[in-house]
């Protein structure tokens, strides 16, 4: 298990082996066993297993090739839509169209989506969570027939691994825990916590091959432009204030 | 590891038996290996261990005696604090005080706790979520010491077992997951796949109690009315817009 938790890596290659419907619901339990606000319950998990439509969902995942590759991908959701249906039948307010509940709600669905992808992983199993999900939430959830009041907020793609990727960097633990106050951090702190991510050779070749200066710089005016991100952010917030805050 | 996923209970009562450092260090690094955006990291965790802290941050969450009584409670926030610093020391653009990043943001912190939560259920630990933090987001955040672009998203107990709770409900699988497309429910479906739950003694007795006609009305009128919602739901998101949107 701490094999499992400590050792693990995103998977973008996978055999042609199959997932067992008994395994995929083991993994989809393990979901839906975790935690959630009040034992509402606000998430639906679309499941995408059909070769044809994992080709055309692949499209709105900016044709990242283990959509297509992987052998189910999962899209977990926001749902109100189930629990207002049965407060409407129950002559019992609907309550939960707020910004509160979309993020007590995008929250659960996290916590689900995780339990997901750990029981994937105990499985022998490797997942890989697909950013793209948000900035094209709109056509996914058109293409998903997701109606008003879901939201898809997490893509996980799941199958048998079929590479072995290197462990990723992370930032020296004692920089993102703080016991009992926020330590906020100097200039230094940060050029130290995030000197060895800037020395790796392959972070390196990022910041010659862009001709830029710095892998901050790489960051924010290559992989996540200020540009792009608030113009996807324009997009996403449009679509969830039409389609979850009625605003 | 199937025990541990699919017959977890959330724990409110725990020993006085103390988690060791190494056993603390390895859950929290459990969160910090789990998937993130970008290996962005936007995210910090705030920990709180010592008992006089532990009683005051238990006024914030309602005084839900499981904050006084459990070992350490983990407070993960989203943070892009600490990857502006970043970028501010690199001549490099902020780009993340957005709507799209408080969601990503939100979600990697999320996938983070839940990590942490699965990683101290390995070890034979007990945790419950609190909701109470996003209710009660600006004034954690204060207590916290947390400065602008760091949010608290959620918060766990975490301790040695002292109860045996029965496993709680959920709605069938089948019920919450859609193959390929999203299948909207009828009333017939919503009726039947909620019997279960609407019989089940306790939550019979709920709403003898409280004088509702039904379960749907104990949740809407009582533990998450409208007025309560719609009240929370707009603190939480003026804090969010002046914390971190920079609105």
Chains 1, 2 share one sequence.
């Not at 892998?215 to 997009?235: C, H, I």
Request: contains cysteine; charged residues 25%.
């Amino acid at each position: 298990m701490e094999d499992i938790l400590l050792n693990r890596r995103s998977i973008r290659k996978y055999s042609n082996k199959h997932i067992s419907q008994e395994t995929l619901d083991y993994i989809l339990q393990a979901g839906v066993r975790s935690s959630n606000c009040g034992n509402m319950q606000l998430y639906s998990i679309v499941v995408t297993r059909d070769t044809g439509k994992k080709k055309e969902l692949s499209k709105f995942h900016f044709n990242q090739p283990m959509v297509e590759n992987c052998d189910v991908v999962v899209t977990v959701c926001v749902d109100v839509n189930r629990f207002n249906h049965w407060c409407r039948i129950n002559n019992a307010d609907e309550s939960l169209n707020n910004f509160l509940f979309f993020n007590v709600a995008t929250i659960d669905a996290t916590i689900c989506s995780q339990a997901i992808a750990t029981a994937a992983e105990s499985k022998g199993l490797g997942i890989c969570y697909l950013g793209t999900v948000t900035y094209m939430a709109k056509d996914i959830s058109k293409f998903l027939d997701l109606p008003k009041g879901v939201v898809p907020i997490s893509t996980i793609t799941i199958g048998y691994i079929d590479e072995n990727p290197p462990l990723t960097e992370r930032l020296p633990l004692s920089s993102v825990v703080h016991y009992e106050k926020y330590n906020d951090y100097s200039d230094e702190d940060i050029k130290k916590m995030y000197k060895e991510i800037e020395d790796n050779p392959v972070n390196k070749g990022y910041v010659k091959e862009n001709h830029k200066d710095n892998l901050a710089q790489v960051f924010t005016s290559v992989r996540y432009s200020k540009k792009d991100n608030e113009a996807f952010s324009k997009t996403y917030e449009s679509f969830v204030e039409e389609n979850f805050l009625n605003k």
